[in-house]
């Protein structure tokens, strides 16, 4: 359940983040949180920037992507024993009003992997732009943020979950989107579900913790470029690199696709 105006959050001030560049300029925009509730970084549409940052803040490695900025000499740490995310959308006025089937979506796949059900808060006095949307932060497992592909999946699933109708089967809803027959939120996230509908159904199978390292630093290696880390990484790179492997392909993250 949403559990109310429970939640004070130190924002970040507005920029004009259409000058970042991004595959979306418009829809549901994303930023992660601290362990003392501040947020990290500005908001973004673009959801692969949220491994960039951790990936950062465990290497203490500045970077510049796509002309996003992330400092973690002086930018604030996201919180890495838990996922904490904001989710937000200033052009959607019925938003708040679809969170609750958000977090119904989520938890039914939590409950399906035994990751400890994610909470959501809505927060107090967002910034002008999001006070008609609101912005809400969702909470959950840090085994949501142990590795890029996880990350990358949680805030795909949180997306598609805006088109979710509450009490439904998840599966249901990503078939619907799947198929054409649910539009999605976003209009991408049909093909993308089906490109990494393989990888969704391994970490279904065989569980994140079969598949990912138990060290974090390991899941985003530190010698990798800032490129790599954005374009490889997330849930889309590792569903490719799941089709280099069956062709005998060289991988980025080999750790990843041994059989445990």
Partial sequence: ?????????????????????????KGLEYALVSADYEQCHSFVWCKDFLHDVVYATLHNKWFEVYKFKFNPVVDPTPCLD??????????????????????????Q?????????SIVRQCWWPPEPYQKAGVFMFE????????????SLYSLMLRIGFVHTLGDPFMKT???VKS?????????????????????QK???GGDRRIFHRDIQLNYP?????????????????????????LGEPVLVPYWHYQK
């Avoid at 838990?82 to 938890?107: C, G, H, Q, Y």
């Avoid at 796949?109 to 059900?117: D, G």
């Fill in 1 to 25: 359940m949403v559990e109310g105006y429970n939640r004070y959050i130190d924002w970040k001030p507005v920029p004009v983040n259409s000058k970042i560049l991004q595959i979306y300029s």
């Fill in 82 to 107: 838990r996922i904490r995310l904001l989710l937000t959308n200033s052009k959607d006025k019925k938003f708040a009003e679809k969170i609750p089937a958000v977090l119904d979506f989520i938890n």
């Fill in 222 to 246: 530190g010698h990798m470029q800032i490129d790599s880390i954005h374009n490889r990484l997330g849930i889309m790179g590792f569903a490719t690199d799941m089709m280099y492997k069956a």
């Fill in 180 to 200: 054409g027959d649910i539009k999605p939120y976003q209009k991408k996230d049909g093909n993308w579900f089906k490109t990494v509908e393989p990888a969704f």
């Fill in 140 to 151: 959950g497992s840090r085994r949501w943020i142990q590795a890029p592909p996880m990350l």
């Fill in 109 to 117: 796949i939590e409950e399906r992997l035994k990751i400890k059900k």
């Fill in 203 to 205: 970490i279904l199978r």
């Fill in 174 to 176: 990503l078939e619907g």
